[in-house]
């Protein structure tokens, strides 16, 4: 398992008691600390940084989040279909660098990983929508600006989470990663409420993209073990990406996957295509010049991203549904942030209106508990 440590840690003045601090100070003793002041966003950006970007992601900040952290994902874009996905980020930026990543657009200019101290107003916040609305079903995710695990060895916050969503009968929290860092899930008891999900590549493509993150070998051994220990799975092909021989490449993935995890217990699969921003492909080119995924043929789409274009993008997702229909048949597929003419060419249909791809999820993972006159 790999260790993702920091190359110093920041603590905001006040946040020095919080317990995700003092886990931190305990498991990394040899790692610089300094305390700093609300200012410190000025203090940093004195610091003459040559890539600001990849400095920040080993220079921890602990801090506390000050505006709400429930938000809707951003993928719920007008014009594509919307799974009606709820995030929450108690970490801002991520230790990996894989090099599709948004996050070097998003965050290009941030010179920390920011690690939010107060859990418990997260936890509140979740309470209070998810509780005070028992008719609806909800699926909450903690990986939108992070990984959800790579840093859990260190911060342990899944001993916040998971025990929180075990007790909710109308919430799925979803973790999503790319690391083996498991081993704080193992000894929690998740209640079927927990899905904890893999973003996937054919090897070829997670061994020169995706940097910094476990290899795919390691992330099938994590997945059986975290589903032997009562867990439900999720799997990404997202983004999907063409490279000469992608077919074998993918069809191998989806089957070593499959006789791998119990198709059972696995809660969903997605698929999504790479989509560049044009500020997003300059980024690449600077930060990996020697990455392929600029020379595929991409079209600019009505929400300002780039994608491989719709035919191509269309055999990709056929191909994936027809060998994951061949060997998980009962397993709900989706697809994140495409149209509704792409579903109608790769499913038959599209979702009739916007809450049905959500309603699909979470019948299929939570029953009938919560259903009521709305589960979006
Ligand atoms: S694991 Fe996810 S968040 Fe982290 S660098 Fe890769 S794409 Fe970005």
Request: aromatic residues 10%; charged residues 25%.
């Amino acid at each position: 398992m790999t260790l993702y440590t920091p190359s110093e840690i920041l603590i905001e003045q006040g946040e020095e008691n919080a317990p995700v601090v003092q886990r931190a100070l305990e498991r990394l003793p040899e790692v610089p600390v300094h305390l700093v002041d609300k200012d410190w966003e000025r203090q940093l950006s004195a610091r003459d940084d040559v890539d600001r970007f990849a400095t920040g992601k080993r220079r921890w900040l602990f801090t506390r989040q000050r505006s709400t952290f429930l938000e809707h994902c951003p993928a719920g874009t007008p014009g594509l279909v919307c799974c009606n996905y709820l995030v929450v980020s108690l970490i801002s930026n991520c230790p990996m660098d894989c090099s599709y990543c948004f996050l070097q657009e998003y965050l290009a200019n941030n010179p920390t990983l920011k690690i939010f101290t107060n859990v418990d107003d997260l936890l509140r916040e979740v309470a209070t929508v998810v509780d005070r609305q028992p008719w609806r079903q909800f699926r909450i995710g903690t990986g939108e600006l992070s990984d959800s695990l790579a840093l859990d060895p260190v911060l342990s916050f899944s001993t916040d989470l998971v025990p929180f969503f075990a007790a909710r009968k109308n919430a799925l929290l979803e973790l999503k990663t790319k690391s083996d860092c498991v081993g704080g899930l193992l000894a929690l008891e998740p209640k079927d409420r927990v899905v904890v999900s893999w973003s996937l590549t054919p090897p070829e493509i997670t061994d020169t993209e995706e940097h910094g993150t476990a290899s795919f070998s390691a992330r099938l051994e994590a997945a059986q073990r975290v589903q032997a220990a009562g867990y439900k799975l999720g799997f990404h092909f997202d983004p999907l990406i063409e490279f000469p021989g992608w077919e074998a490449g993918y069809r191998d993935t989806v089957l070593q996957l499959f006789s791998a995890v119990d198709p059972s217990r696995v809660a969903w699969v997605s698929l999504g295509s790479l989509r560049l921003t044009p500020a997003l492909r300059a980024t690449m080119r600077r930060r990996f010049p020697h990455t392929r995924l600029l020379s595929g043929e991409q079209v600019p789409c009505a929400d300002g991203k780039w994608r491989t274009f719709q035919a191509l993008r269309v055999k990709m997702y056929r191909a994936l549904t027809s060998w994951l229909k061949g060997v998980a048949p009962q397993v709900p597929l989706y697809m994140c942030m495409e149209t509704a003419p792409v579903w109608e060419k790769v499913f038959g249909r599209a979702p009739t209106c916007d809450k049905e791809v959500a309603r699909t999820l979470t019948a299929a993972n939570l029953g009938n508990y919560g259903r009521g006159s709305d589960s979006s």
